[in-house]
């Protein structure tokens, strides 16, 4: 890879600029983790499974799958939390050749079918549950879903637990199931030999993954990951990751066998998927399944109850999540001192939120960028605190470059320190929208020969290198001609001492046509209290005039996706339609 600029600076030594990838399908890191460590635990909830255990169970779907008709390249949806059937479902669906299309288990029946009828899935396996399943049910209506493959929790509790659970009825579990198109997860695995087909996969045309983006912006669109894409992914990810050992010494990159990864964040997102469910295999790690990362009293409790039990040693997770833990009362109760990295991605982490987390549990935060459709990661900063810098996304990962095109077309490329709209080329960037050929010509663009992607995202490249994200494209305030971007509204109002959450939006004013009134909405620190007006003379002092926010609202709480970004869309929704300018 030709030397490019973030190099010359404070681009970590211990990094290559240039790495070599096996074209391998993806199922083949569990293969590997099986071969070579066949009783190391993998995932954990209640009794572990090992890698073993694991595989066997992958082929296993992979051989029903194959039984009941599904070819290469078929859709197979996975309609799931973040339980111990995830992993052998993801890699049986890839191993029998089919394509995986995840979904997020909350969605309503409409949303759900969304997916299925955009992909064309054939197959579903849904959580047994008594909102789920039913859901499950009613979206496969009008679609191309022949099968529903119920998964229930039980076969993964301990033998007592799930007596009990039966018992009482606590273990989760669907009012009905329609028998002519309804299979079951245990019966699967009861009654199934483990005799995978045999699919000639290549690796860089065909697809491991259609990932829907999150719909912050409007009607989700499939991503559509290849195998090598995301087999180069997290190899990008493993080449970055450098850590110097608590006692001293050298720096050294997660040790294969040695490592607990925290899944925290949900499986069918692609940061929680490959950075933790896809890379703990590639370390044959444990994998600590979490399906609610935010259950307990108060909030967040299990999850920290989690890290301390199992020892967790990797930590991925939102910007939310980490203000959650930040300022949990009984943080100071739990040790966390195992931990040795926590990465932070999917909304711009706040340079205080990064500090608070820090100081109140002792672990050390990266913040990394990427994509649904980067597969995810595409840059982070150096995992050496020395040149980490806060409120930057750090450097292009290995094999990746950046460049920062003109914001209204895309066509034209900007200087460094020119603010603009960022592309991304690389290994891990998307083959394609599925089935959206206009969609993806237009964020796509051939520059010096290569094949780049336009993010929507606007930032810059500073002296030294590191990359900063303004904001979304699409979020821009215009007030009287000047651009004004919510990130750096809301970066500031969360050094406030009392705010730990903050959001901003343009109104448009009906006196001031083509011009909007920022308005921000906060949300205070447990136990604290403020004005409104008091907030909007404090954010005064703070930020140049036109950028200053006319109201503040103070909020319990801000809608967001299931991973943490703040819907502002939501919020201007609401403001428009109380104002009656919907």
Known sequence: MKEQLWHKHKWPKTVRKSIDYPEEPLFQLLDKAADNSPDNPFTIYGPPRTYAQVREAADKIATYLHSIGIKKGDKVAMFLPNTPHYPPIFFGILKAGAVCVTANPQYTAPELKHQLKDSGAKVVFVFDHPKFTPACYEAIKGTKVKKVIVCNIKPFLSGAKGLIG????????????????????????????????????????????????????GVPKGASLTHYNMYCNVLQIH???????KGGGKPKQLEYGNEVFIGALPWYHSYGLTLTMVA?????????????????????????KAIQKHKGTILHAVPTLYAGIAYHPNISKFDLSSIKACGSGAAPLPPATARDFEKATGAILFEGYGLTETSPLASANPSDIKTRKFGSIGFPISDTIFKIMDIEKGRSELKQGETGEIAIHGPQVMKGYYGMEKETKEVMRTIDGKRFFLTGDIGHMDKQGYFLITDRKKDMIIV?????????????LIEHPKIILAAAIGIPQKDKPGSELIKAYVVLAPGTTA????????????????????????????????????????LRAEELEKRGLA
């Open 480 to 492: 009287s001609g000047l651009k004004a971007y919510p990130r750096e509204i809301e970066d500031v």
């Open 531 to 570: 004005k409104p007006d008091d907030l909007v003379a404090w954010a005064a002092k703070r930020l140049v005039k036109y950028k200053r926010p006319r109201e503040i609202e103070i909020r319990d709480s801000l809608p967001q996706t299931s991973v943490g970004k703040v819907l502002r869309r939501v």
């Open 280 to 304: 703990a295999v590639y370390y044959g790690a444990k994998l600590v399944c979490i399906p609610d990362p935010r259950a307990g009293k108060p909030p967040l409790t299990d999850l920290l």
């Open 239 to 245: 080449e970055w990751v450098w850590l110097k050992p």
């Open 166 to 217: 039966g018992l009482f009825g606590k273990i989760p579990k669907s009012p009905v199931y329609k028998e002519k198109i309804t299979a079951f997860y245990k019966d699967i695995m009861d009654k199934t030999e483990p005799n995978p087909p045999k699919v000639k996969i290549n690796p860089k045309t065909d697809l491991a993954l259609i990932l829907y983006t999150g719909g912050t912006t």
